[in-house]
Nanobody, 115 residues
């Protein structure tokens, strides 16, 4: 069983920054990788950034150059640094991993960017 708990969301003005955290229960080295997804109001969930251990990260075109995914393996935590935020980044952000062929999701954290 895997538990993922996100934190760090909030309300920020356009151009501002936030850092999301995803704390995993147990070592994140058990996973091949992890990722951040988001769901904006009225839209489908989309991939924001994913990382595979030992490989480069992948980003959605809409966030390239502004968001950075990283991990602290000692803290079993995944991060998403979000800079130069735009109103269109407003969404619920979810942490995800695939482990033993099962999908695991956090509860989500709301990010709201005001113009």
């Amino acid at each position: 069983q895997v538990q993922l708990v996100e934190s760090g969301g909030g309300l920020v003005q356009a151009g501002g920054s936030l850092r999301l955290s995803c704390a995993a229960s147990g070592s994140i080295f058990r996973f091949n990788g992890m990722g951040w997804y988001r769901r904006a109001p009225g839209k489908q969930r989309e991939s924001v950034a994913t990382i595979t251990w030992g490989a480069s990260a992948n980003y959605a075109d809409s966030v390239k150059g502004r968001f950075t995914i990283s991990s602290d393996n000692a803290k079993n935590t995944l991060y998403l640094q979000m800079n130069s935020l735009k109103p269109e980044d407003t969404a619920v952000y979810y942490c995800h991993t695939l482990h033993n062929r099962a999908d695991y999701w956090g509860q989500g954290t709301q990010v709201t960017v005001s113009s």
